[in-house]
C-alpha cells in the first residue's frame, strides 16, 4: 500500500498487498489575499521509498488545490471526483467555485465512506469571498482554520506552529514558515522527506514553488 | 507491534578492497516512524583492525555488543592475544545460536584484516548463519537496496580512496530509498597502517 503519512498500517504488513502510503507532512496557510500550501515528496511501501519526488498538491480547479495524506490510491481516486464534480459545478455556475463547496464535495465522500478510506486532506483556494483553509481529517468532519497541518509529521510540529504562527503575516512571511515547518518534520517523521513543494495561490493565479535539499 | 526487525530501522555495509576494507552503517535510531537521534551509530570496535556493525533491534544490538566485549576481553586475557576476524565470527554465529528459539533480532556484520592484513567480511543473519563472500556484505532494513548498488559498482581490488568512495556511494544512495535508516553515515576504512573514521553528511530526512 503507498501511503502519504503512516497510520496503524505499520502494524499489518503493507508490502504484502503492495499498499502504497503517502508518509507525510502537509500543510496550508491563509494570508491577507491567499493561500501557501506546502508538503514532502515521499511515498512509502512499508519502509521502501517508492517515489521520492511525489506531488501531494493536486489541482482541484484553477482556484482551488487540495494537499493529500494518507492511502495513495485513496487520496487520488476521491481528488478526481472531486475534480469531476467540481468542473461540472462550476460550468453550471458560470463562475469558478467556492473553496467552501470543494470542502464540502470532499467532506461528503469522506464521511460517506469513512470506514472504508484513509485519506486525509487540506483544502485550500482562493473565491471571490477571499482565501480559506479547510482541514478534512480522517473521519470525515470539515473544519475551517487560519493555518492546518496534517500527515504523520505533523504531529512533529505541533507546538513549532503554535509559538510561531501569528495571524497577518504577508505572503513571503507565510512562504517560509511553511518550508521551515515541513522541513523541521521531514528530519523526525522516517515517512516524510525529499524536497518541499510549495503552491501558492492568489486571485492572480498560482505559483508553484520546489525546494530542495533540507533547510535546517 | 509488526515486524520486529524492522521496529528501530538500521543500514550496515562493509566491503573489500586491496589490502583494505571499509565498514559503513547510518546514524538513526528511530521508534517505529520518529526518529529520536541522529547520531547514534552501529559500528563496535573489537581491535584497529576489526570492526563488526549490528543491525536489528537497538535494544538487542547494545545487549549483544555487552555480552560480545565481555566474550573477547576474556579471549584476550586468556590466549594472550586478540580475536582475528575468523575466530570472531565463529564466536557471534556461536553465540547467536544458543538462542535458536528466542534469538537476538540483530543482523552482525564483520569487517577487518586478519594477522596477514588480509582483507576478511562476513554477515549472518540473527540466528547465526555465517556467509563469508569477498566483495561485499549488507545489513539493515535498506540490504535489498544496499545489495543492488553494490553489485553494480563494486569491483575487485580498489585501493583505499577509491573502496572509500564506491563504498560511500552505494551506500548513500540504498540508504535514500529507506524510511527506516539514513539521517547521516560513519564510516571506517581499515588499512595496515590504521584505521580512518569520517563521519558523512546525507540526507537528514
Known sequence: ?216 | MGDISTYNGSAILAMTGKNCVAIISDKRFGVQYQTISMDFDKIYSVTPKLFYGLGGLVTDMQTFSSKLKFRTNLYEIKNGRTMEPAVLTKCISSMLYEKRFGPFFVQPVIAGLDKDNKPFIASMDSIGACTFPDDFVVGGTAEENLFGMSESLWRPDMEADDLKHVCTQCFLAGINRDALSGWGAVLYLITPDGVIREDIEGRMD
Do not use: W
Not at chain 1, 58 to 80: L, M
Not at chain 1, 99 to 109: G, I, Q
Not at chain 1, 187 to 204: K, M, N, Q, Y
Open chain 1, 1 to 216: 500500500m503507498m501511503l502519504e503519512g503512516h497510520d496503524e498500517s505499520f502494524n499489518e504488513n503493507p508490502k504484502a498487498n503492495g499498499e502504497v502510503s503517502l508518509g507525510t507532512t502537509i500543510m496550508a496557510i491563509r494570508f491577507d489575499h491567499g493561500v501557501v500550501m506546502a508538503a514532502d515528496s515521499r511515498t512509502t511501501t512499508g519502509s521502501f521509498i517508492a517515489n521520492r519526488v511525489t506531488d501531494k498538491i493536486y489541482k482541484v480547479t484553477d482556484n482551488i488545490y487540495c494537499c493529500r495524506s494518507g492511502s495513495a490510491a485513496d487520496t487520488q481516486a476521491i481528488s478526481d471526483i472531486v475534480k469531476a464534480n467540481l468542473t461540472v459545478h462550476s460550468l453550471e455556475l458560470g463562475q469558478p467555485p467556492a473553496v467552501n463547496t470543494a470542502a464540502k464535495v470532499f467532506r461528503s465522500m469522506c464521511y460517506k465512506y469513512r470506514d472504508q478510506l484513509s485519506a486525509g486532506i487540506i483544502v485550500g483556494g482562493v473565491d471571490s469571498t477571499g482565501p480559506h483553509v479547510y482541514s478534512i481529517p480522517l473521519g470525515g468532519s470539515v473544519v475551517e482554520q487560519p493555518f492546518s497541518i496534517g500527515g504523520s509529521g505533523s504531529t512533529y510540529i505541533y507546538g513549532y506552529c503554535d509559538a510561531h504562527y501569528r495571524p497577518g503575516m504577508s505572503k513571503e512571511e507565510c512562504i517560509e514558515f511553511a518550508k521551515s515547518c515541513v522541513a523541521l518534520a521531514m528530519s523526525r517523521d522516517g515517512s516524510s522527506g525529499g524536497l518541499i513543494r510549495l503552491a501558492v495561490i492568489t486571485p492572480d493565479g498560482v505559483e508553484r514553488q520546489v525546494v530542495t535539499g533540507i533547510e535546517q
